[in-house]
């Protein structure tokens, strides 16, 4: 968390697990306690789920338009590829 924005990462859900809502219980607690901690916008870079967050009320952004500490991250200063969709939530 960043303020009251936040970074989801690292969401993974088994191959053959896929399609058994694991996934969004996992997002819904995730973004429960983020908007019970004052966080009112997520942020993520996916390069496999883009169907998956905008399925969920993401919207694809420009890395751009991501605010300044979100975009000062590991995950976006190296770990993900430019290639990867970047997307936001309100929460």
Request: hydrophobic share 40%; charged share 30%.
């Amino acid at each position: 968390m960043y303020g009251s924005t936040a970074l989801l990462r690292s969401v993974v859900v088994r191959e053959d697990a896929r399609g058994e809502v694991y996934g969004a219980a996992v997002c819904d607690a995730l973004e429960r306690e983020a908007r019970a901690d004052g966080v009112d916008e997520t942020f993520l870079l996916t390069t496999t789920a883009a169907g998956f967050f905008a399925s969920r009320g993401y919207d694809e952004i420009r890395r751009s338009e991501a605010p300044d500490p979100i975009r000062a991250t590991e995950q976006f200063a190296d770990l993900c590829p430019a290639s990867a969709t970047c997307m936001r939530k309100s929460l």
